[in-house]
């Protein structure tokens, strides 16, 4: 039975006591909700992989409360740093040097000398890093290849019966996963996420290459099908045909919308909830089409994702 656990004193007291005895406890992030366990212990670690059916080739985030908790644990260089003070905490993730003797499970990093950091600025996952004190890796709480979850239901949907619990902490507000970037020395996206590209290189005062690649991946998790609904989906519709939901962006109405406005940010916040809605609209067989949306800002995050939902499935 997984346990449903309130935002409370008392639940996060419990999702840190399980997560000391090696359980496996969902908790809300900003961005999507992450599968949580002891970063140093083998069990848990293996736990994830296990709950998830996640390729172990395939490393983990670590979360952390602060900066200097993430010292202990990895190596910044100067562009790491600025990223760091910029947007910490916050959907960030850093790929950094492992620092020697950090003491994670060498699970955690899939045996690469790197090792992939995020300080959540959720004030529920904030509460439980400083409760339980120690490194939490986490990925997305939802089993490999499927929709991320920004709802404990979501989680529930995917994980009940394989994870301790979950905490409840309501909808993710911004519902894309977070940027991954290796800093230094010279600064690499490896996943369009919750912080836009334009943002990064604002605060780097540089650019930044391009190194999310589905045919070589840098971020080994970046497998092209992945986000998949039970329905097939195509995108840059601009309208539904026969056995089609249609899911509208400004113009563009559907049965859905991400938003009637064209606010990218909007979109973010309920695509894997209209992921999950249109799939079960469209039923057995179904099609799902996706209205197109521009490639700034968050679109570009945006467009990642629809793209692996809509990749051919192996
Ligand atoms: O917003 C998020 O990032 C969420 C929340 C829970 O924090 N987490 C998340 O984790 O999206 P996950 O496991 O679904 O995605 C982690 C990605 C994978 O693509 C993985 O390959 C990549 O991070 N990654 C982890 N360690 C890495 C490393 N050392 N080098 C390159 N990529 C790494
Ligand atoms: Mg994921």
Same mark, same amino acid.
């Given at each position: 039975m997984t346990e449903t656990l309130a935002p409370d004193d008392a639940g996060i007291a419990r999702a840190a006591r399980l997560l000391a005895e090696a359980e496996l406890v969902a908790f809300p992030t900003e961005t999507v909700y992450g599968l949580g366990?002891?970063?140093?212990?083998d069990q848990a670690v293996a736990g994830i992989y296990a709950a998830k059916g996640r390729p172990s080739f395939n490393p983990l985030i670590v979360h952390l409360p602060d900066l200097a908790a993430v010292e202990g644990y990895a190596v910044l260089g100067p562009n790491a740093r600025s990223l760091a003070q910029a947007f910490?905490? @916050?959907?960030l993730t850093l790929v950094l040097p492992l620092r020697d003797g950090?003491?994670?499970?060498p699970l955690v990093t899939a045996g690469l000398p790197t090792v992939a950091i995020r300080v959540p600025a959720h004030p529920l996952a904030q509460r439980l890093l400083r409760a339980f004190g120690g490194p939490v890796a986490a990925p $997305?709480?939802?089993? $490999?290849g499927r929709v991320s979850p920004t709802r404990a239901e979501h989680v529930l949907e995917g994980l009940s019966g394989r994870i301790a619990a979950v905490l409840d @902490? @309501?909808?993710?507000?911004?519902g894309l996963e977070s940027t991954i970037v290796a800093a230094d020395p010279q600064p690499t996206l490896l996943r369009p996420g919750g912080i836009p590209v334009e943002a990064l290189q604002a605060a780097l005062g540089q650019p930044l290459s391009i190194?999310?690649?589905? &045919?070589?991946?840098?971020?080994? @998790? &970046? %497998?092209?099908?992945?986000?998949?609904?039970?329905a097939g989906v195509r995108l840059n519709a601009t309208d539904a045909a026969p056995g089609e939901v249609l899911v509208g962006f400004g113009p563009i109405k559907g049965a %859905?919308?991400?938003s009637d406005s064209g606010d990218l940010v909007e979109a973010a916040a309920r695509l894997f909830d209209l992921l999950r809605r249109a799939d079960q609209l469209a039923g057995p067989g179904g099609r799902i089409a996706f209205a197109p949306v521009p490639e700034t800002g968050l679109g570009l995050a945006i467009n990642d994702r629809l793209r692996r939902a809509a990749a051919p499935r192996k």
């Open positions: 366990g002891d970063a140093r212990s910490w905490p @916050g959907p950090a003491g994670l499970s $997305s709480a939802n089993p $490999s @902490g @309501g909808p993710c507000a911004v190194g999310g690649d589905a &045919q070589k991946p840098s971020a080994p @998790g &970046q %497998l092209a099908s992945h986000y998949a609904p039970e %859905l919308t991400l």
